[in-house]
T-cell receptor, first 112, second 110 residues
């Protein structure tokens, strides 16, 4: 069984730039959720993708967008980066939109 | 009021003792409850899920749920130094959104 993978591991961007983060779901899972975890905080739900459609969204602005592909992998895109976007971005996969989720290793984004 | 409340700690217990981690939640519609363990610099790892009132045991871990009191707890028996981590409580009202607490940092002292 293949676990959740994410790329890149670390990323440094400057304010105003755009970034794309990638996630491959665990083998057999068709649902991907994205979370933002700031230092010292719990993960905050950004959105979920199920069968290539957005299936729920947290309190994040539209400059946070995503995609899910037919193989269930997913991308998180963030436009017009702000300093407060610096965080660990976590992808979690599950089956059929369920919330027993398994996390990837995360992407550490630093915005300067 | 935060949706999921946890004491950030640190909670220090001696090796071999029982560690008790607590969590309260505000959404009475919550149906699913989870405990994740997160080592420093790593991603969260699901260790327990519980869906109905009462206790659920898995090895050294016991999750307890009281929906009337909107309270979830995690007991770790025979605590080991390798249990030192941040423990995240999470709830969900159904599919989609899972809401996490801030996490409680546990330190097991050898």
């Amino acid at each position: 069984e293949t676990g959740v993978t994410q790329s890149p591991t670390h990323l440094i961007k400057t304010r105003g730039q755009q970034v794309t983060l990638r996630c491959s779901s665990q083998s057999g899972h068709n649902t991907v959720s994205w979370y933002q975890q700031a230092l010292g905080q719990g993960p905050q739900f950004i959105f979920q993708y199920y069968r290539e459609e957005e299936n729920g969204r947290g309190n994040f602005p539209p400059r946070f967008s995503g995609l899910q592909f037919p193989n269930y992998s997913s991308e998180l895109n963030v436009n017009a980066l702000e300093l407060d976007d610096s965080a660990l971005y976590l992808c979690a996969s599950s089956l059929d939109g369920g919330n027993e989720q398994f996390f990837g290793p995360g992407t550490r984004l630093t915005v300067l | 009021q935060k949706e999921v409340e946890q004491n950030s700690g640190p909670l220090s217990v001696p090796e071999g003792a029982i560690a008790s981690l607590n969590c309260t939640y505000s959404d009475r519609g919550s149906q699913s409850f989870f405990w994740y363990r997160q080592y420093s610099g790593k991603s969260p790892e699901l260790i327990m899920s519980i869906y109905s009132n009462g206790d659920k045991e898995d090895g050294r871990f016991t999750a307890q749920l009281n929906k009337a009191s909107q309270y979830v707890s995690l007991l770790i028996r025979d605590s080991q130094p390798s249990d030192s981590a941040t423990y995240l409580c999470a709830t969900s009202g159904g599919y989609q959104k899972v809401t996490f607490g801030i996490g409680t940092k546990l330190q097991v002292i050898p």
